[in-house]
């Protein structure tokens, strides 16, 4: 594994999942009570012994770095690192025009640490995948690049990018988020073939392939839109079946779960994943750990057990530092330090953490960011026309709180 050097693209702006990304990065984005979407990625490097690692940031990067320092700082004496490399317009007075320009203005890094290979990987989707077995089918097949791919409904196509594949796993086709007539999976015509946009790299072959695309002025200088499209008639570009992907400890129905949390929708659904019965995501694998910053605070508190009140959470997962006071949490998630008063009713809702929720309150299929107030009697995700009138609403009915708002008091 020395010879790996990876680089996690975590500067993208986020912008379908407002208000969430108006004050950070989408990838510093709190996720399932107590993580940050860049955590899963990273666990996946480090759970797969894969150390040498840069993080590459770009926009409102402050939460994203200052998360980076507390829960993934990594000893330089083993020669094993994970950096946040923040964008410093190497080439000249822009920031990253593309994610393929992102990693040319680091040529420096690639060029300093002379690798086989180079992980090139996003830094905002949910997923467990041991990178090894990756990297092992791309080396023993002698690829140029190997693109991770799922399956995923025709629906979504125009989201992705499509690809054509052989009966040897060698790439033969490629259409980046495709508006109109996708590419199907072959006996399967309700899905396309779509990159997860996580790439194994020949290094030699990167390098090359980024300074021809850097000296074309009409590029966008996006991998998927320029460096795979003018990989694949190489012949030696390959595709990933992520499925075949096995991580010990891990129940069969999570095979192939990946989520791109890139809307308010998505981004509800896959926190809801997470406290089913039998999760397709799970948390509490053992063997496969998922790393993050927990801050110093208490274990969560259920108080009062009288017959009008009672604090209790079902089917819920509840971080620490959280009281539940004689209030009713079903369904839903609470981050770090959550305080719920007497006679509250939580249902279906992700509260992020630092929040108040004052007594008498109602509250279902809703997202509370960090650092809200809600005060007492107030009622929300009942009646849509009037959330509409005061909250963001996404398209299938979420309400939507943006950080450090006080609802209720006007």
């Known amino acids: 594994m020395s010879s790996i050097l990876s680089m996690i693209l975590a500067g993208g702006e986020g912008t379908r999942l407002f208000p969430f990304t108006s004050l950070r990065a989408k990838p510093a984005v709190p996720f399932g009570g107590g993580y940050r979407i860049i955590d899963f990625v990273l666990s996946n490097f480090v759970n797969s012994d894969i150390l040498k690692i840069f993080v590459l940031t770009q926009f409102k990067s402050h939460s994203l770095m200052k998360h980076l320092s507390q829960a993934w700082r990594v000893s330089g004496v083993t020669g094993h690192f994970i950096d946040p490399i923040p964008a410093q317009m190497r080439t000249g007075r822009h920031w990253y025009k593309g994610t393929a320009d992102a990693i040319y203005q680091n040529l420096n890094l690639i060029d300093s640490y002379d690798p086989e290979f180079v992980c090139v990987f996003g830094g905002d989707h949910i997923y467990k995948m041991d990178i090894r077995q990756m990297i092992d089918y791309h080396r023993d097949r002698g690829a140029a690049l190997t693109v991770a791919a799922i399956p995923v409904p025709v629906e979504q196509a125009y989201h992705f990018g499509v690809i054509e594949v052989d009966d040897n796993g060698k790439m033969i086709g490629f259409e980046e988020k495709p508006k109109e007539n996708p590419k199907t999976i072959p006996d399967r015509p309700t899905h396309v073939l779509a990159s997860m946009g996580n790439y194994v790299f020949d290094a030699d072959a990167l390098v090359n392939y980024l300074q021809i695309d850097a000296e074309d002025d009409k590029s966008a200088h996006d991998f998927g839109l320029n460096i795979i499209p003018m990989m694949v008639p190489r012949g030696d570009?390959?595709?990933?079946?992520?499925?075949?992907?096995?991580?010990?400890?891990?129940?069969?129905?999570?095979?192939?779960?990946?989520?791109?949390?890139?809307?308010?929708?998505?981004?509800?659904?896959?926190?809801?994943?997470?406290?089913?019965?039998?999760?397709?995501?799970?948390?509490?694998?053992?063997?496969?750990?998922?790393?993050?910053?927990?801050?110093?605070?208490?274990?969560?508190?259920?108080?009062?057990?009288?017959?009008?009140?009672?604090?209790?959470?079902?089917?819920?997962?509840?971080?620490?530092?959280?009281?539940?006071?004689?209030?009713?949490?079903?369904?839903?998630?609470?981050?770090?330090?959550?305080?719920?008063?007497?006679?509250?009713?939580?249902?279906?809702?992700?509260?992020?953490?630092?929040?108040?929720?004052?007594?008498?309150?109602?509250?279902?299929?809703?997202?509370?960011?960090?650092?809200?107030?809600?005060?007492?009697?107030?009622?929300?995700?009942?009646?849509?026309?009037?959330?509409?009138?005061?909250?963001?609403?996404?398209?299938?009915?979420?309400?939507?709180?943006?950080?450090?708002?006080?609802?209720?008091?006007?």
């Open 237 to 410: 570009v390959y595709v990933y079946d992520f499925s075949t992907n096995i991580i010990r400890g891990e129940p069969e129905n999570s095979k192939g779960y990946w989520r791109d949390v890139g809307t308010i929708d998505s981004y509800y659904e896959a926190n809801m994943d997470l406290i089913s019965v039998t999760p397709p995501f799970d948390l509490y694998n053992r063997y496969w750990p998922l790393r993050s910053y927990h801050p110093a605070v208490p274990p969560a508190k259920f108080v009062h057990d009288d017959l009008t009140r009672i604090g209790h959470a079902i089917n819920s997962a509840v971080s620490s530092g959280c009281i539940i006071s004689g209030s009713v949490v079903n369904k839903s998630i609470l981050g770090y330090r959550v305080h719920i008063h007497s006679h509250s009713y939580i249902e279906k809702s992700v509260i992020m953490g630092d929040t108040e929720i004052g007594t008498n309150c109602r509250i279902k299929r809703a997202i509370l960011d960090q650092e809200v107030t809600v005060a007492p009697n107030t009622v929300i995700g009942e009646d849509p026309e009037y959330d509409k009138k005061r909250f963001q609403v996404s398209e299938n009915g979420i309400v939507v709180i943006p950080k450090g708002s006080r609802v209720g008091f006007d």
